[in-house]
């Protein structure tokens, strides 16, 4: 077969989406349209070009002499793991995209680890040669480091290695970027190592569902390799969903990739990656097989969530002014339209009917799926993350009646890139979160720094780590698994500057309280009693009415002629707002704001549980 299934993985910005487009404008068979986004093809997702990155897996297919290789873009990013950990279903081979500044990353030990324990054959293309300090032949090496670290075999241990600059659309088997012309070496690389597909011909139709995508025509579509059989339009199918539950169904639709399109086909031969429609209730990881000989394809392992959330109605004072969704109705059949595709989530119901326990991957996996949730036109309210705890079985109790639980908790390898002045305070910074330094290292005024710690003690550290370094440290992390409980982590002390009064901000109130912090908001903001207007530079909530306008009287005082300025206010992003919050604060999400408030909105209240929580 003159097929090859590869996917692209990478660290996050290592350029693994501009690499694909590259190969995609020098494939055969690709066209631009004219409408089309004249670069980063593949992030066609509003988020991603705003963000950046690589947050959805997506197919292409591209033509190389007769031979059709369908490309994989996975995300970058270990809170998406789930959508890597599908994709290793459908590829032979992976193209592994390392930085020729940075080298290895912890996102790249995260996604090598999961393409080595698939088995697969591995390319190693070290992208941005034309780099300002380039240095390929030590990231060539920490890259093999790499490999023995991660226990990968012999045969993949001895990959092949191309030079590259995505951005140019050049790449090459040397480091030397006048020497390159185009991107054919990749190409031939791709058919040289890369195997074909396997195919026992003995076999029956089996076919894994690794993606779903949805059609205003044809409704839900299956996406997912094509292990044995043929698939015909028309014909009748198996669908096994997870339980082992057999239902008979016809396709009406069966397609192939052709550049960035769905074709459709009458039929698709095994080896292929295939897209499906008329099966309307199938989801990630089931089977469609052959109806009359039915053998499901084992379900895909996904690792467990490690962070969660509480969503829930709106119940601010601003309820339903700015939202299309928002009911428990809207919001139940939301999340549960989420859970079909993505398969590293998890939701439970919480205290109340209108509310859902979310659990996910991480603090930006949750935040995206606020963000997507905003954009539809949803308004909901979410608590601050939490991490999930495990109790496993200890050692033996000392009456013999069982075994002593142990408390564990999730832990992450955090690397850390600063300049040499700032990482004092980082260390600090870490310590107080209990984190352990494993490794440092000074290169060229840059301090490089690892360190285990709690996931606990990294909610919220962001955006303290880059008011720390002034905004130029980079901090990235990846989940390392569950240990042993490490103590209580003591957060810093910190309070809220809260509105006491539902109105319009206004400057004469606004210049009072910025007297105590920062402020989140200027005038002319409608705010409500309990709605959290800024940090107070002190421990402790401050209570200010920043609706309070000045007097008007007869009289003209000394200093009527001066007037107090308000300084710029600090624009709260959402995953600066899920960062900011303390226990008994929520963020208030609407299509037009991100507001904090507190759980309990007046000041009575609030007072009236902490003297109860005292006594």
């Given amino acids: 077969m003159n097929i090859r299934n590869i996917a692209i993985i990478a660290h996050v910005d290592h350029g693994k989406t501009t690499l694909v487009d590259a190969l995609l404008k020098q494939s055969e068979n690709f066209k631009m349209k004219t409408d089309a986004p004249k670069d980063l093809i593949m992030d066609s997702n509003e988020l991603e070009r705003e963000r950046g990155i690589t947050i959805f897996s997506k197919n292409a297919s591209i033509k190389y002499r007769d031979i059709k290789i369908n490309i994989v873009d996975t995300p970058g990013h270990a809170d998406f793991g789930g959508e890597v950990e599908r994709i290793m279903r459908m590829v032979d081979g992976v193209l592994l995209l390392v930085d020729a500044k940075e080298g290895p990353m912890p996102q ?3 996604v090598l680890r999961k393409a080595i324990q698939a088995g697969h054959k591995i390319i190693v293309v070290i992208n941005k040669i034309d780099k300002p300090n380039a240095r390929p032949k030590w990231v060539l090496s920490a890259t093999y480091d790499l490999f023995f670290e991660l226990g990968a075999s012999e045969s993949q241990i001895e990959f092949p290695v191309i030079y590259a600059s995505a951005i140019s659309g050049k790449a090459g088997y040397e480091p030397k970027l006048e020497k390159m012309e185009n991107v054919e070496s990749i190409f031939e690389t791709i058919i040289k190592y890369i195997p074909e597909p396997v195919i026992d011909e003995s076999k029956p139709l089996q076919m894994l569902t690794v993606n779903l995508a949805y059609d205003n025509y044809k409704g839900k579509i299956a996406v997912g390799r094509l292990y044995s059989g043929v698939l015909k339009k028309g014909e009748m199918v198996a669908h096994i969903n997870r339980n082992g539950g057999i239902k008979q169904l016809k396709l009406s639709s069966v397609m192939l990739f052709d550049g960035l399109s769905r074709v459709d086909v009458e039929e698709a031969n095994a080896g292929d990656i295939v897209a499906v429609a008329g099966i309307p209730d199938i989801s990630i990881g089931e089977t469609i097989a052959d109806p009359k000989n039915p053998i499901a394809l084992p379900t895909i392992q996904i690792d467990e969530p490690t962070i969660k959330m509480t969503f829930g109605v709106n119940t601010s004072p601003f309820k339903g002014k700015e939202g299309e969704y928002t009911t428990s109705r809207n919001l139940k059949d939301r999340l549960e339209r989420e859970l079909e595709t993505d398969v590293a ?6 205290e109340t009917t209108d509310r859902w326990i979310v659990s996910g991957r991480g603090e930006l996996h949750l935040a995206i799926l606020v963000e997507k949730m905003r954009r539809e036109g949803f308004e909901l309210e979410v608590s601050k993350p939490q991490v999930i705890f495990k109790e496993v079985d200890g050692p033996p109790s000392p009456d013999g009646s069982g075994r002593v639980k142990k408390k564990m908790e999730p832990m992450e ?4 890139e600063t300049p040499e002045a700032y990482s004092g305070t980082i260390i600090e910074m870490m310590g107080k979160r209990s984190g352990v330094m494993k490794d440092m290292r000074v ?7 690892d ?26 992390s990846i989940f390392l698994g569950y240990e042993e409980y490490k103590g209580e982590i003591w957060p810093e002390t910190r309070g809220s500057i809260v509105a006491t009064e539902t109105g319009v901000s206004n400057n004469f109130g606004l210049v009072a309280a910025q007297g105590r912090g920062k402020l989140f908001i200027s005038a002319g903001v409608p705010t409500y009693e309990g709605m959290v207007v800024g940090q107070n530079a002190k421990s402790g909530d401050v209570p200010v009415n920043v609706c309070k306008t000045k007097e008007l009287t007869n009289f003209r005082s000394k200093n009527e002629g001066l007037q107090e300025q308000l300084e710029v206010p600090i624009t709260l992003t959402l995953e600066d707002a899920l960062s900011y919050i303390g226990d008994d ?3 208030e999400i609407t299509p037009k704001s991100v507001r904090i408030r507190k ?9 009236r549980v902490r003297r109860a929580e005292n006594n």
Avoid: C
Avoid at 413 to 416: A, E, G, P, R
Avoid at 459 to 474: A, Y
Avoid at 600 to 607: A, F, G, S, W
């Fill in 599 to 607: 759980i309990l909105l007046t000041d009575i209240e609030r007072k």
């Fill in 585 to 587: 604060e929520m963020v």
């Fill in 413 to 416: 390898l955090v690397s850390i």
């Fill in 345 to 350: 989530l998890a939701v439970a119901p919480g």
């Fill in 451 to 476: 360190f285990t710690i709690p996931t606990r003690g990294l909610i919220g550290s962001r955006g303290e780590f880059l008011t720390n370094t002034k905004g130029m440290g980079i901090m990235n």
């Fill in 108 to 110: 790249t030990k995260f």
């Fill in 443 to 449: 290169d060229q005024g840059i301090v490089y720094m």
